[in-house]
Antibody, heavy 117, light 109 residues
Framework: QVQLQESGPGLVKPSQTLSLTCTVS??????????WSWIRQHPEKGLECIGY???????YYNPSLKSRVTISVDTSKNQFSLKLSSVTAADTAVYYC?????????WGQGTLVTVSS | EIVLTQSPGTLSLSPGERATLSCRAT???????LAWYQQKPGQAPRLLIY???SRATGIPDRFSGSGSGTDFTLTISRLEPEDFAVYYC??????????FGQGTKVEIK
């Protein structure tokens, strides 16, 4: 079955760019008509949808983050990526990648990203 | 943006008991496009229910969802030891961004 795995730095300095990659295994990112999403979970604020991408490159971003977010896809590597610029402590969260555009299944295991100098 | 409020915050029950979790929306969720997830410590959320009442693949039939409009319910008919976890509802019925509830923790009494 399809599995997802996030990777990237666990510590990012304030004002820098957070970069994460999600590797999809057990299926092709460009088949099945699926969208691929990023979701984050703050300790205090709960779960927040960041955005999603289709294998063609079509994207949607949460308006609250739109000015700072870029999601891209690399079908040759079966990966999709998240970049979040100008981070602050408020961006400290567990970041998940997941399959789906409306509801999400499956999810990656998540990766904690801490924003601190 | 639709705000989802889950109640109660914590539910203390014993194995074998019935659990009833509520999710209330600030406006009607079109198409009953509501999902439920289970999250255990250190793990990602797992999809249980979508479309308010459809069980996801591999989910036991002791989990059931119901509701429409602004009021939705997740019922666990008989709690198994592995069911003690945090449960979230999520709506995807209007324009994105989709939103999640704040969660209900089901703990062992």
């Amino acid at each position: 079955q399809v599995q997802l795995q996030e990777s990237g730095p666990g510590l990012v300095k304030p004002s820098q760019t957070l970069s994460l990659t999600c590797t999809v295994s057990g299926g092709s990112i460009s088949s099945g008509g699926y969208y691929w999403s990023w979701i984050r979970q703050h300790p205090e604020k709960g779960l927040e949808c960041i955005g999603y991408i289709y294998y063609s490159g079509s994207t949607y971003y949460n308006p609250s983050l739109k000015s700072r977010v870029t999601i891209s896809v690399d079908t040759s590597k079966n990966q999709f990526s998240l970049k979040l610029s100008s981070v602050t402590a408020a961006d400290t969260a567990v970041y998940y990648c997941a399959r789906g555009r409306t509801y999400y299944a499956p999810w990656g295991q998540g990766t904690l990203v801490t924003v601190s100098s | 943006e639709i705000v989802l409020t889950q109640s109660p915050g914590t539910l203390s029950l014993s194995p074998g008991e019935r659990a009833t979790l509520s999710c209330r929306a600030t406006q009607s969720v079109s198409g009953s496009y509501l999902a439920w997830y289970q999250q255990k410590p250190g793990q990602a959320p797992r999809l249980l229910i979508y479309g308010a009442s459809s069980r996801a693949t591999g989910i036991p039939d002791r989990f059931s969802g119901s509701g429409s409009g602004t009021d939705f319910t997740l019922t666990i008919s008989r709690l198994e030891p592995e069911d003690f976890a945090v449960y979230y509802c999520q709506q995807y019925g209007s324009s994105p961004p989709w939103t999640f509830g704040q969660g209900t923790k089901v703990e062992i009494k």
